[in-house]
């Protein structure tokens, strides 16, 4: 069975790329989102068991959609992306509960399955 992704990111040309690259590395995309109030009611209403989700969204930011899936109790994985480098968010990523990060530009199917092989 393969796992099942929330793609979240304002670009739609993003999430077109993000959606052929899960797919065929054998992900199940189940759906996708333009911003964060929209991500948060896809994650409850779809229950992913990842979300790749950008950090810099129009309304909330991925940090804040972050914690408020934490205070939920939500258990979906998330992997933070951004076209920003992780140096950008240095402390914020340091105090998160997501999984880990990953630039967009370095997303790659070894990027992912490190992050997704690291224990908790």
Not at 25 to 31: A, M
Not at 47 to 54: I, R
Not at 91 to 117: C, D, H, N, Y
Request: charged fraction near 30%; avoid cysteine; aromatic fraction near 6%.
């Amino acid at each position: 069975m393969s796992t099942t992704v929330l793609i979240v990111d304002d670009h739609a040309t993003f999430r077109s790329f993000a959606r052929a690259f899960l797919r065929a590395e054998g992900y199940t995309v189940v759906g996708e989102a333009r911003d964060g109030a929209s991500a948060l009611s896809e994650v409850r209403r779809l229950h992913p068991e990842l979300v790749l989700l950008d950090i810099q969204l129009p309304d909330i930011d991925g940090f804040e959609v972050t914690r408020q899936l934490a205070a939920e109790g939500n258990r979906a994985t998330i992997v933070l992306i951004s076209s920003r480098d992780a140096s950008d968010y240095r402390r914020r990523l340091a105090e998160t509960t997501a999984r880990g990060f990953i630039a967009k530009s370095e997303l790659s199917a070894g990027a992912l399955r490190g992050i997704l092989a690291e224990p908790r």
